[in-house]
């Protein structure tokens, strides 16, 4: 069963000036240090800064919550799969807000698509509940 969809689209133009200002006081307020370690290492950082920084906001949608009642950037996280497919790993206030959305009996799986044609960069976000159990 879905329990929240989210969607966001992020001018790159605008995240690159970001860098630009504010530098590693602008990443170090949104991303993890896992993301921001992964971005820094592309030829082209605002591209991958931007997917990332629309997931979040994405997210904080399918929360029901946006940016607030506890859920902070730095409490969602864009991660790899094995296979390299993205997903989210929530922790602090996202990750409670999750868990009170969650119905007993099930678990959450998190769905993420990332893209990006510049100047923009497009995430969608799908919480799902499946029953405990299943893969």
Not at 68 to 73: E, I
Not at 81 to 95: D, F, I, K
Not at 116 to 134: C, M, N, R, S
Request: net charge positive; with cysteine; hydrophobic share 40%.
């Amino acid at each position: 069963m879905i329990l929240g969809i989210g969607s966001d689209l992020c001018d790159i133009r605008r995240i690159e000036r970001s860098l630009e200002r504010f530098g590693e006081r602008f990443t170090r307020r949104i991303f993890t240090e896992g993301e921001r370690a992964k971005c820094d290492r592309r030829a082209a950082r605002a591209p991958s800064y931007a997917r990332r920084f629309a997931a979040k906001e994405a997210c904080a949608k399918a929360l029901g919550t946006g940016l607030s009642r506890g859920v902070f950037w730095r409490d969602m996280e864009v991660v790899n799969l094995p296979g390299g497919q993205p997903t989210l790993h929530l922790g602090g206030g996202a990750r409670e807000r999750l868990d009170a959305m969650v119905p007993a009996g099930h678990r959450a799986r998190v769905h993420v698509s990332l893209t990006d044609d510049p100047p923009l960069a497009q995430a969608f976000v799908v919480i799902e509940a499946v029953p405990a159990g299943t893969s």
